[in-house]
């Protein structure tokens, strides 16, 4: 464990495991086809739910993966905090945005990969922009930001469950989901 | 390399290599899979090219410092991931405009840029403004059980659906 902590520790070559890691997250995108402008607007206009697809696969073999690696002590499980103000509004300034682009933050790297100038020329260029904004909005919006806090950040809490039920609730409704979106042939 | 060159994957394959590949993350460099916040450091890094060290007069920038780090090197991977996947099964190709808009909307590739470049500015707003994107909150947040993260990706479709019916239904009718 000593050693996984200096290697967590060592900017350099986190920067080269980065690397790695986005250069097989660039693959598995590419070879779900999310990193295709049709395959998201059909997401959008709800005619192809692979979007969909490839997140729930990623988020239960996440789900079971990372939490039985915080039960042995081998990785850190962290909530993030939201409110109506951060979460609501950015979501669907988010939202409007992801359908003008069709892409998102990682896809559109994916895309400008393939050769997606639209992605590289419009999206890229854009998100750096809008980022930007942000930061220049940043000290004005601090205080909505915090409005409507949420006071319960667990789903635990939410659903009043221990973690260890709260995964298999959680797996089940989506394998459900899943089979659902099979079932009716989309 | 068979699979390599295949043009698509199972969603349920290509998803489930995703979950593995946030098990090393978290293990390996005590990090979840994300990318919004390097567009913000970008930002503040051609900030800090021409106005050097006033950039730090931005809080946002003291807050998050514009320097390459994991989650930056992360991006330029999908951007070469992405390239190799395509290479290998010959999906590599230079497009201004994509199908369907060309078909919906028109071949133009000066409106196209715009809209995407709007699309982008609202995308790079929004995921400061929410604290993260489809990767961060939408698929890392949601699998470590957030419930910002849950609502963050429900409200991220919402607005994607309704604007993209807007789209397609109204402008290109």
Not at chain 1, 48 to 63: N, P, R
Not at chain 2, 123 to 148: D, E, F, K, N, P
């Amino acid at each position: 464990m000593a050693r996984l902590e200096a290697l967590r520790h060592n900017e350099n070559r986190q920067k080269v495991l980065g690397l790695v890691f986005g250069i097989m997250f660039g693959i598995f995108l590419q070879k779900a086809g999310v990193t295709r402008y049709e395959v998201i607007m059909g997401q959008l206009l709800l005619l192809d739910f692979t979007v969909l697809k490839v997140m729930m696969s990623a988020v239960i073999v996440g789900m079971v993966g990372v939490h039985f690696m915080q039960w042995r002590g081998w990785a850190n499980v962290n909530v993030r905090s939201g409110s109506l103000g951060s979460t609501v509004v950015g979501g669907l300034i988010f939202g409007a945005g992801f359908a003008l682009l069709g892409y998102c933050p990682g896809t559109v790297a994916g895309a400008a990969g393939q050769g997606a100038m639209d992605a590289l020329v419009g999206g890229v260029l854009g998100l750096v922009f809008g980022s930007w904004v942000f930061a220049l909005l940043y000290p004005r919006l601090a205080s909505f930001l915090e409005w409507g806090s949420f006071t319960k950040l667990k789903l635990q809490e939410v659903l009043h469950l221990s973690t260890w039920k709260t995964i298999p609730l959680v797996l089940i409704l989506v394998i459900a989901l899943l089979l659902g979106l099979e079932w009716l042939g989309l | 390399m068979y699979w390599m060159m295949m043009e698509q994957w199972s969603p349920y394959i290509a998803g489930a290599g995703i979950g593995v590949l946030s098990w090393l993350t978290f293990l390996l460099s005590d990090k979840a899979l994300g990318t919004s916040t390097s567009y913000a450091r970008t930002a503040g890094m051609i900030e800090r090219l021409l106005r050097g060290s006033r950039v730090f007069d931005r809080e946002y920038f003291r807050k998050t410092p514009p320097h390459i780090d994991w989650q930056w090197m992360l991006v330029i991977g999908i951007v070469i991931g992405a390239f190799i996947s395509a290479m290998a099964s010959g999906q590599a190709k230079i497009v201004w405009v994509p199908e369907p808009w060309s078909t919906a909307i028109g071949s133009g590739v000066t409106v196209r840029i715009i809209v995407a470049f709007v699309g982008g500015t609202l995308l790079g707003l929004g995921a400061r403004w929410a604290g993260g994107c489809t990767s961060g909150h939408g698929i890392s947040g949601t699998m470590q059980l957030s419930v910002a993260s849950w609502i963050a990706a429900i409200f991220f479709f919402a607005g994607g659906i309704a604007v993209a019916t807007l789209l397609y239904m109204g402008v290109a009718g």
